[in-house]
T-cell receptor, first 109, second 114 residues
Framework: RKEVEQDPGPFNVPEGATVAFNCTYS??????FFWYRQDCRKEPKLLMS???SGNEDGRFTAQLNRASQYISLLIRDSKLSDSATYLC??????????FGDGTTLTVKP | DAGVIQSPRHEVTEMGQEVTLRCKPI?????LFWYRQTMMRGLELLIY????????DSGMPEDRFSAKMPNASFSTLKIQPSEPRDSAVYFC????????????FGDGTRLSIL
């Protein structure tokens, strides 16, 4: 079993739709959580950190469920420009980050 | 502030040749990570350093791969001899001292071994 698992998708949604991604992690010692966005042939870029109480940044909402060991990302009112691959990342106190394989989102007109 | 800087951006070489990838982390970042990304295997952690010391190299595929970090502002990933299956995008990332901080990636090196 992978340390961090994501549904690879692809998710194909129309503009304006709401879409949610989940990411599960197996290491209960995991301390910090992040969502990254990766465009085709580009590097992963930090989208947002995930805080215990949940956090929102515009159309994006991230949540953490420590009991069930998953994090989620909700995108509201999706735009064409949201099309990308979304990777979750989990930091442990050993110093390293483990990334999921990513979920591909395509937003269509 | 400058981000993580990698060079070269692209490298095409013949199998058997030595390949050296370079990375300059963000100033003040204590952690440096080398990743490899392919369609088949996703983003794989090869090795990471903390304060210039290698902490975990269990992701290095085999002895042909080696990485060094001689100082806080420079790291190399070397493949010798290179093989076609090493073709991938290699990313370097750095992070501050706290586990609550995210990693920041360089633009990557697109490596093609013919």
């Amino acid at each position: 079993r992978k340390e961090v698992e994501q549904d690879p998708g692809p998710f194909n949604v129309p503009e304006g739709a709401t879409v949610a991604f989940n990411c599960t992690y197996s290491n209960s010692a995991s301390q910090s959580f992040f969502w990254y966005r990766q465009d085709c042939r580009k590097e992963p870029k930090l989208l947002m950190s995930v805080y215990s109480s949940g956090n929102e940044d515009g159309r994006f909402t991230a949540q953490l469920n420590r009991a069930s060991q998953y994090i989620s990302l909700l995108i509201r009112d999706s735009k064409l420009s949201d099309s990308a691959t979304y990777l979750c990342a989990v930091n442990t106190n050993a110093g390293k980050s483990t990334f999921g394989d990513g979920t591909t989102l395509t937003v269509k007109p | 502030d400058a981000g993580v800087i990698q060079s070269p951006r692209h490298e095409v070489t013949e199998m058997g040749q030595e390949v050296t990838l370079r990375c300059k982390p963000i100033s003040g970042h204590d952690y440096l990570f080398w990743y490899r990304q392919t369609m088949m295997r996703g983003l794989e952690l090869l090795i990471y350093f903390n304060n210039n010391v290698p902490i975990d190299d269990s992701g290095m595929p085999e002895d042909r791969f080696s990485a060094k970090m001689p100082n806080a502002s420079f790291s190399t990933l070397k493949i010798q001899p290179s093989e076609p299956r090493d073709s991938a995008v290699y990313f370097c990332a750095s992070r501050g001292p706290s586990e609550e901080q995210p990693q920041h990636f360089g633009d990557g090196t697109r490596l093609s071994i013919l």
